[in-house]
């Protein structure tokens, strides 16, 4: 959210104060910047505006200009696809539910929300959970786009 509201103000997040965990810098803190008259991140340059380069986010990981990759298929990866699809529509399907202990998820959630000005909550911990999985298993974060995989 923070990101976002700083693209649609043109500013530059390596210059606003983040007041979140470990420094993490939220819509308020952008807010904030914004109101105070904060600098922008577009610069003119001989009446052409560009955007200064991606920085850093939290985690050291950096927006790339291209951030996906498109991977043809081959013959093989074709037919198991149809062949999948096929399954799923003609085939009944039956979804398995699990319990699974979340005593160390409260715990930290708890831990998180004494030190927080906003509030954690479970799903944020789920998104975080799998955002880190997306990182270390890209594959995993793929797409089926008929000729293509989109990874």
């Known amino acids: 959210m923070a990101r976002k509201t700083a693209e649609s103000q043109s500013i530059d997040l390596s210059q606003v104060q ?17 109101a105070q ?15 200064a380069q991606p920085k850093a986010a939290a985690g050291g990981f950096v927006e790339a200009a291209n951030p996906y990759e498109d991977i043809p298929l081959t013959n093989v990866r074709e037919i198991i696809a149809k062949r999948l699809l096929q399954s799923k529509t003609t085939v009944p399907h039956y979804y398995l539910e699990t319990e699974i202990n979340m005593d160390e998820a409260i715990k930290i959630r708890t831990v998180l929300n004494e030190s927080s000005k906003t509030k954690i ?29 989109r990874k």
């Open 18 to 34: 983040g007041s979140g965990p470990s420094g993490r810098i939220l819509k308020h803190n952008v807010d904030e910047y914004a």
């Open 121 to 149: 909550s479970f799903n944020d911990l789920f998104v975080k959970a799998a955002s880190l999985a997306c990182v270390d298993v890209p594959e995993v974060n793929s797409q089926w786009h008929g000729n293509i995989i």
């Open 37 to 51: 008259g904060g600098a922008k991140k577009v610069v003119e340059t001989q009446g052409v505006q560009t955007k």
